[in-house]
């Protein structure tokens, strides 16, 4: 050893250059960057106003035509200023508005990314998955699964827009995206108008069935039944982070509606004011009704109906209901469901008096 | 080995004298009795008309004071006639009819044998399960499962008859009876009425709690949901040995309300007549509505409104409804989901046509 | 009514008598009798002598042919003083001694209630399930699952005694027996020796395989590998009620080996004495090397090697390793998977100090 | 509307202007991009020679200092060439070599990001996972969970080389890092050595533990047992297109040792050729030993002991031993566990005959 002559040994960054051309990569150089102490994102806390949103919707429906010569889909996302990836509204969720004019068809295809459609204005219109035509009205909650067949189409005689929210960016990351058109725009229909809320919406299930994919096979969720639920749990405890918030839940599992996606609404009571809490899972908020207000980490967003708020990983957050006699009403989907899945779901309590 | 005199080997039969003396057993001395090819039972298929019960149940109500002076529950226990054991209805399940008149208390206790209720007539009356008031109207389901502390209070000014269903033959075989009393007759109402339908009656469920007991905290499950379920589903192809079917649930699993006995309404559409099958369940029936007849191993039992049967294990059985324009509706507990935790389910359809 | 005479109506009496010819039963008078405040058995705690139940089975090997001309199976049951019940150890769990003598061939067969086999002294003997032979040797536990077709061969130059438990009072009592003779009096041979545990003895699985039922397909376990595992946690802290105890498992799921019965092997190390406690579960003791003694509900049972102790529901029980110098190994069986399966198992710690 | 001047209307390429301003992305812009038929990944299929990274490795030891003067972990990243993000071997796997000399020790850390260990070469080293010194000898498998602490002394005279895989890219890609450095160089050895194969490394598990996390407390797997296993099922008809193959599992569950990655392990007898399939999950290969070849979408790569390969999602792919008489063993790891707990794992078997 002692021989060899030490000036031949090459510098640590003449090591680094040479490794790297045989596609070897010296961790010393990188594991700073890449090991944080906690959670970093790109993404940042954001709201996207509903009547910004709500015009410009209305004007692509002016530009945009629907289906054969227009676009599969009339859709804006909403991108967080933060997110290096195409369409992300979090890390893992992409939220967008959809709107469908009256006798207007989109397309039926299938995809990996499995998506959420949560009404926001208008009805008669359905949503077709696996043959199953949804009916949608304001509240309404439904589901179209990873690699299932759907379309919608607008049956009545004014413009329907809903707030679409997928996991694509999740599947996109995974290098996981299938996707294929339905040889026809419309897909026949095979089941009956909400055939799965007949069957699976309610503790009784049919005993001649037994689901074999990992989502819920109850595809559609009404608002009336929702708000009632609600309403009637106005007087429990609730959640001191929430209010009172109910998970949607696949009947046969009590678990999530999707693998990788969850969905949850809550109730705030007049003047009610969350504790603050973070957890690792992010979350695209869209407010049903009411008034109030989000501190993320810090920075108050105050909203109103129709509004869209993305909320970071691990971000400190709270939320009040500044009105002093209506109750407020968010919808939320999360990726809840994909961290415990994978075992890196956290949460933390504030330890003092909510953010503000 | 040559040497031994013969004459000394003992002969079988004084052999057998000799170690049982000594608390063992000659399995040949057994086994032809023991291990028969088919399940066999003492229990026999039997009807209880609701005519003759009902006129005897009022009669106790008469002659039988409830509460401190009387007994604690004012029941009949459905007996059927194989039955060895005390007041088995199935070689697994107990199923009685009991009586409150208006003012009356069958005061709070708690045991290990579960039990299901199930209302034929009356209302006005609640089931205090665990703190919780369950309102009773006719139709409905309340559980009562293993170890919770139970009351019933009639509040109206007729009175209530329903039936009971027990896996007591079950907890009793098993020597696992616990029981205990109240120290009070009446157990203080620590929540709202109906609490439980209100938190998990719906696919939508309180993200604050977690169950943490085997059965179905859902306690209540209301006939006028249930029968607009059965309705929903009239389209529907159904099961095709027991038309449109459905299963109570426990709505955080999808699984059985409770370990050891699963619940069951049925609909049969009008003239509607079911393939046969068997199955290693046994289970008691009771006509909620309407009118027809069910053929257990070739015996046909015909059925009314209010009227209770005993199907056995592994007897072929098959339903119908003899009206041309009602539907009929029947109600099953059965011990399928203690039987499947074991392993010991089978189920066979009848090769050919409906038994009859 | 007002005009009916008084006098007219039953007594209690008479109205139960009425009733019972009716195939009603009034609870009021049974009630008292089968709702005890805590389980009651009519299970003895109690010993039987490895010497004694040894010489008994060498003389029925000699008195019993087996086989064709013989017994199907040359066993005597361990039949608990208590049971009322054929074959009885405990309330659900049925223990015998089996014998077969080297040319000797106990034919095939199949029945729901499921066995295990663990082997007390001999060798050079198989028993064949589902086609694979599994090679008995002393200590061994060998599975007979609900179903599966099994033979016993000794292919060796003495004989062989082994243990087995099965659980026929649980499946007597739901009436669930199924039983079938193998056509002929041996099975083919249509696996390796020990197949099973080349395929799953360790925590490395196929890829190719996927278990469908609800038993372990390991169904040998061998004593080498059991001591050496026992003896490697020597230093651990063990159970307070058991020592260093370990469970049979299945590799797939991590859980009991059968649905209904449960194995568990503990080792004692020299002068250790366990803390008392009672479970809901009953079971069925065997010493496989060493000695001391038992206590149960203050009676004391000392034990040596191959005697079988049988332990009653919510027994207080403490074990004792009388020896200065050498482990003791005691095997169980016991039916706390099913209890567990029922939400019927329960367990108390004593207190205080050992119950002596 | 009508007198709504039409040349008002601006462009498809203003409105995307405009709305971009207001964080808002038309899809129609992006859909053609990002759904793709067919998963696409910028990862390529790439063989690391284990000459060329070993040589690297030894020439690391000599410039980069471990521990406290140098780098926390002396490793060199298998960066595929394809990979866009920092370390990445796969879109879900970050494969890497580790070097510790003697006396050296690799400072206690832990992080968000799972870890396994397969040792190539070198022992008398210890890996200490949350207390627990986990010896280490070729061909071992040791697991560094999720946020558990660990750090790496080599007790020997020799230097010791190993693969590193995480699920980093994962972690990164969902924002999930959380990172953190040990008061100490060393953490205490609150644990004997292998302790966990001790207490797990069987079928019998100790009644008195039970595991509260989502991945094997089984952290340790030999690979004396490995091979003999593998051996042991020289005879069995093994996969089509593995070989003998077995997975690592977790012993409570019989699941994945991890929720992310999944370990397996094959041989592949002489002259074996396996038939061609694809699946969405993505593999990093080691070649434990013998010589053979893998064919990925019509390329072939040869490969001997130590080499590293990397398969992308939904390729096609076949093994070859091409020795005549020796067996060759494959170590991989796979991320199938995360993408079937998302419900995104697909596979397909190739139609015909092996791609060449």
């Known amino acids: ?55 410009r919707m209305l004007q692509a429906g002016e530009l945009m035509p629907l289906g054969n010569e227009g676009a599969a889909r009339r859709v804006l996302a909403l991108k967080n200023p933060g997110a290096r990836m195409g369409l992300a509204t979090t890390q893992t969720l992409s939220a967008a508005v959809q709107l469908v004019h009256p006798g207007e068809l989109a397309p039926a295809h299938r995809h990996t990314p499995a998506a959420i459609r949560f009404i926001i204005e208008g009805r008669a219109t359905i949503t077709i998955v696996d043959g199953e035509p949804c ?67 309610g503790a009784l299930l049919p005993t001649w069935e037994t689901p074999t994919r990992a989502w819920s096979p109850l595809l559609s969720y009404k608002w009336e039944q929702t708000e009632a ?14 209010g009172i918030a109910l998970n949607y839940t696949n009947p046969f599992t009590g678990g999530p509606v999707l693998p990788t996606m969850g969905c949850q609404v809550q109730m705030l009571r007049p003047r009610e004011r969350t504790r603050a809490h973070r957890h690792t899972s992010s979350a695209v908020y869209h407010v049903v009704r009411g008034q109030g207000a989000t501190t993320i980490n810090g920075r108050r967003f105050e909203w109103r109906r129709g509004d869209v708020l993305a909320l970071p990983t691990w971000a400190w957050h709270a939320h009040e209901n500044t009105s002093p006699s209506e109750e407020a009403f968010l919808f939320a989907v999360t990726d809840q469901p994909l961290l415990r899945a994978l075992d890196l779901y956290r949460e933390e309590p504030a330890s003092a008096n909510p953010v503000d």
Chains 1, 2, 3, 4 share one sequence.
């Open 229 to 242: 639920r609600l309403r009637g749990l106005a007087q429990a405890e609730g959640s001191p982070f929430d």
């Open 135 to 201: 009916t949608m009205a304001p509240g309404d909650l439904i589901l179209t699964p990873n690699w299932t067949w759907h379309s919608h189409v607008n049956e009545g005689d004014g413009p329907i827009l809903w707030l679409d929210a997928l996991d694509a960016p999740v599947v996109m990351a995974l290098n996981q995206m299938f996707y294929e058109e339905y040889p026809t725009a419309q897909q026949p229909f095979t089941k009956a108008r909400d055939d799965s809320l007949q069957r699976y919406g």
């Open 1 to 55: 050893m002692a021989v060899r002559a030490k000036a031949a040994a090459p510098t640590l960054d003449e090591f680094a250059r040479a490794v790297r051309a045989e596609d070897l990569e010296p961790l010393w150089l990188q594991i700073g960057d890449l090991f944080s102490a906690e959670p970093t994102t790109p993404i940042q806390p954001y709201l996207w106003a509903w009547e910004t949103v709500r015009a």
